[in-house]
Structure formats: C-alpha cells, structure tokens
C-alpha cells in the first residue's frame, strides 16, 4: 500500500524560506507523477507545485512562481517543496499527492496524499 509522509513545516517570519519534504513509502516512487497542494482554513485545496514521473515537466500556481521550487529525489523516493520569500498568505496546511494520470492541478486527480504538514508565515 502506497503511503506518503510530509515533514519540514513549522513558523517563519515573512521573508523566511522552509523546504518541505515528502517520502514515499509501500509504492515505486518513479511510477508517480507529485504534486503539493495546501490549504487554509476555510478556503478549498490549492495546486501549488507538481512534477511528472521521475522529474521531467514542472507546473507552479502563478501565486508561487519564482519563489517556490519542486524537485525529487530518486534514490530517497521524496519530493521535495523548496519555499523561499515566504508570505503571510502562504500560510497553509501544505500535502503532496501522487497520481498516474488525469491533470497536475485537479486534487481528485491524486490517488494517494500525506497527512500535511503545518506551514505559518507570521510576524
């Protein structure tokens, strides 16, 4: 059974960086295309990040663009979420997905998500 474990999230100030990472357990982690996503309270899920199957294409939400950079790491089955610049806006419950098919930013295309760390930007 697929599993994946998020970890890195934490408290920053604006300006700060955090790199999020996500280990992919019980699956073959380059069968995969990840994404991240994050979510705050009371708004829906939103893409920010996702990497095709052993790091090819990479798409970021216009939000995050030039600030935030994915990549993986094949021999450790992670994903990795590099933020820097961060704003108070980036606050957020940050999760990666895994999906075979179907579109990088849709959620529903994901089959198999993390539980999600915690990510605060204050001052």
């Known amino acids: 059974q697929v599993h994946m474990e998020e970890s890195g999230g934490g408290l920053v100030l604006p300006g700060g960086s955090l790199t999020l990472s996500c280990r992919m357990g019980g699956g073959t982690f380059n069968y995969w295309h990840m994404g991240w996503f994050r979510q705050a309270p009371g708004k829906e899920r939103e893409f920010v990040a996702s990497?095709?199957?052993?790091?090819?294409?990479?798409d970021y939400a216009d939000s995050v663009k030039g600030r935030f950079a994915i990549s993986v790491d094949l021999a450790k089955d992670t994903v990795w979420l590099q933020m820097n610049g961060l704003k108070l806006e980036d606050t957020a419950v940050y999760s990666c997905?895994?999906?075979?098919?179907?579109?990088?930013?849709?959620?529903?295309?994901?089959?198999?998500w993390g539980q999600g760390t915690q990510v605060t930007v204050s001052s």
């Open positions: 990497v095709t199957r052993g790091g090819g294409s990479i």
């Open positions: 997905g895994a999906r075979l098919g179907g579109t990088f930013d849709y959620p529903a295309s994901y089959a198999y």
